[in-house]
């Protein structure tokens, strides 16, 4: 079984519903992270938390937020989907500052 | 700020070669170094992690190689295969927070292609 698991796969909904994507960890990890993938910018960093009680925001917070249910579980919401949020969507763990990050396969989210 | 660059793009190769990938970043403060692969419109699997105070790391057939102070790596992949053909992302962990947040900052990648 894979260590980090995002659900959905793949999501289409239509501009200004909410949505949750959730990522699940088995590894044992304190530290979770969202990220999205965009054609031509790279990864940029979303939220991340260092344990259930911190949270952090990344560098493309706005119209984003998560919640840390518990130290294996981290969902990332949109409150308000619009089309410039179509994007890959990736989630990914670490053991601790400077150690190597683990990413979960990925949600391919598109806003019509 | 941190920026990582890598070159070319976009590489094609024949099947059997041996090839050199490159990152270059600005800014030497680093925990680490990690190349990453990613197949097209799938997720990000880590290679091999370099940490600041070591010089290379080899994990089969692929060998990373750092110089800190130059600011640059190489992922060096002997023998390549088809399979092998993927986009190749290398990311800094800087010492520092960047806009606020400890974060990795990658790469645009370089999508490799081994033809047989």
Known sequence: ?112 | KQEVTQIPAALSVPEGENLVLNCSFTDSAIYNLQWFRQDPGKGLTSLLLIQSSQREQTSGRLNASLDKSSGRSTLYIAASQPGDSATYLCAVHPLLPVQGAQKLVFGQGTRLTINP
């Open chain 1, 1 to 112: 079984d894979a260590d980090v698991t995002q659900t959905p796969r793949n999501r289409i909904t239509k501009t200004g519903k909410r949505i949750m994507l959730e990522c699940s960890q088995t590894k044992g990890h304190d530290r979770m992270y969202w990220y999205r993938q965009d054609p031509g910018l790279g990864l940029q960093l979303i939220y991340y938390s260092f344990d259930v009680k911190d949270i952090n925001k990344g560098e493309i917070s706005d119209g984003y937020s998560v919640s840390r249910q518990a130290q294996a579980k981290f969902s990332l919401s949109l409150e308000s989907a619009i089309p410039n949020q179509t994007a890959l969507y990736f989630c990914a763990t670490s053991s601790g500052i400077g150690n190597e990050q683990f990413f979960g396969p990925g949600t391919r989210l598109t806003v019509l």
